[in-house]
């Protein structure tokens, strides 16, 4: 700590001793409130509109001291709890002298219970005319400097609880993230998907292509992987006979730490049996517009260069156009490692050297189409090799039924018409291994598990995984993946 912040860390140890010196328990278990601070509002408000005749509402109230003002004989306190703030007005001739004196042991960041009557101030604030008051906590350590505002970035992804303790506007972001999550949910139930919970412990790591994390399980005495996706285990219970399901809940993959990326994040993914891709897509659109309308009370949102409309239809563009469109590569030319790595080259796109013909794709994807995908977009018909778990276009094997939804230029997830030949997938999971065995880390891993389940029968079926942090990033006109994360992963301080 600072030399400052010491002094006023002894400072308060100092208040804390007189109190309890003075019989007062500085930590009492518990406070019996009547209302929260939007709830006495409300009733002072109801009571004036219905004329006033009866005397005004006693409350209860209490939360954190966000301002005090001493006016000599008088103390106006500011206290704020979880449903906002609510003014209490603390007289020495009420209260009296030894428990008017007391208050000079109170600091700001200190919670506090107050009861007395709301009335108006003459400028028009409600307020409690406090007849007594009991301190719940002290705060040993002050709050921040700047109290209606913390603005320096590193400490509000640190110490999440001071950021959310001085703007206000954190702590409604994160409540429209609640929300947001909430009305997933009654979309997925609402369609007759049954959510379900899957394992995150794995001896396997599949599902998607990702580095996952390794922990020993010690009553195995084996390494076990954190799960990188829900794909396969959901996709079983499709073929235990489900029609349709679906997950919410954290993924872990072992990645690189960026203004999009979070090694663990949230992801919805769901399951239809006797639905593809397209259908699947129509959903998408559906559910993301919808949460929208009901969370936000628009499908406008925010973007930096002006609104984006979130409504359907949403505009299809496939691989093969947005590589001619925004790349100038024509892709029916390149299908050899030589000629497209030669291509990539010439764009200036740094790839490692082992990089085989898929991820140089997806790499010139990721630099030069999917910036430019701002207005609601699927990026369809991926091809094969970049796809292992997606069934192919039946007019061209070359390509997958694959969609990727992007808004604002943020990749919201991924959804294809799921492979459901065991034999084919056996042979895809094969190839990942080569690939693994060629130093790509992040090539899918096969489940023999799974392909025993497969081999007992799966109907066609269209899966989605969409990622709820970035979807809350596109609401709400985020730029950063740790704005919308309560407590992101960041470096080690030394």
């Known amino acids: ?239 235990g006979g489900f029609d349709r399901v679906y997950e919410m809940g954290r993924v872990f993959r072992n990645e690189g730490l960026s203004t999009r990326h979070n090694p663990e994040f949230t992801l919805l993914e769901s399951y239809e049996a006797y639905a593809d891709y397209n259908a699947v897509a129509a959903m998408v659109e559906e559910l993301v517009s919808q949460v929208a309308q009901e969370v936000l009370g628009t499908t406008r949102v925010p973007n930096e260069s002006g609104e984006l409309d979130l409504s359907p239809p949403w505009r299809r563009l496939t691989v093969i156009e947005g590589l001619r469109q925004y790349a100038g590569l024509e892709l029916e030319a390149h299908w050899e490692e030589a000629a497209l790595r030669a291509a990539v080259e010439k764009m200036g796109i740094e790839v490692t050297p ?51 939804p992007f808004v604002a230029g943020i990749e919201l997830g991924n959804a294809y018409t799921e492979l459901n030949d065991p034999l084919e997938q056996r042979e895809r999971f094969r190839e990942q291994a080569r690939r693994r065995a060629a130093g790509d880390e992040e090539a899918e891993r096969g489940d023999e598990d799974f392909l025993r389940a497969l081999e007992h029968g799966m109907p066609p079926t269209g899966g989605l995984g969409l990622g709820i942090d970035r979807l809350v990033m596109v609401l709400t006109g985020q730029r950063a993946i740790r704005q919308v994360i309560l407590f992101p992963q960041l470096r080690l301080r030394d």
């Open 354 to 404: 082992g990089a085989g013909w898929a991820k140089l794709v997806d790499e010139v994807l990721a630099t030069c189409v999917e910036p430019h995908l701002i207005e609601p977009t699927f990026l369809m018909d991926y091809p094969a090799a970049l796809s292992p778990l997606a069934k192919k276009k039946p007019d061209d094997p070359r390509f997958v039924e694959r969609f990727e």
């Open 1 to 239: 700590m600072s030399s400052r912040r010491d002094e006023l860390y002894r400072q308060r140890r100092a208040k804390l001793a007189r109190l309890r010196e003075r019989g007062i328990d500085p930590y009492p278990p518990r406070y019996q409130r009547t209302h929260t601070a939007a709830e006495a509002l409300r009733a002072f408000q109801t009571w004036e509109e219905a004329g006033a005749a009866n005397p005004a509402p006693d409350v209860r109230v209490a939360g954190r001291i966000t301002a005090m003002r001493d006016m000599g004989g008088a103390t106006f306190i500011d206290l704020r709890d979880g449903s906002g703030k609510l003014q209490a007005y603390l007289r020495r001739d009420v209260l009296g002298e030894e428990a008017y004196e007391g208050l000079r042991d109170l600091d700001l960041g200190d919670f506090l219970g107050v009861a007395g009557s709301l009335f108006r101030t003459r400028t028009g604030e409600i307020t409690v005319d406090v007849r007594e008051h009991t301190l719940l906590a002290k705060a040993l350590l002050p709050p921040p400097e700047k109290w209606h505002g913390l603005a320096d970035v590193e400490t509000r992804y640190r110490q999440r609880y001071l950021d959310l303790m001085a703007n206000q506007e954190a702590q409604e972001l994160f409540v429209l993230r609640s929300r947001v999550v909430a009305a997933i949910r009654r979309f997925m139930d609402g369609r007759g998907f049954l959510e379900v919970e899957t394992p995150v412990l794995l001896p396997e790591a599949g599902g998607a292509a990702a580095r996952p994390f390794v922990t020993h399980y010690e009553a195995l005495d084996r390494d076990f992987y954190l799960r990188i996706a829900t794909e396969l285990h959901l996709k079983r219970l499709i073929i």
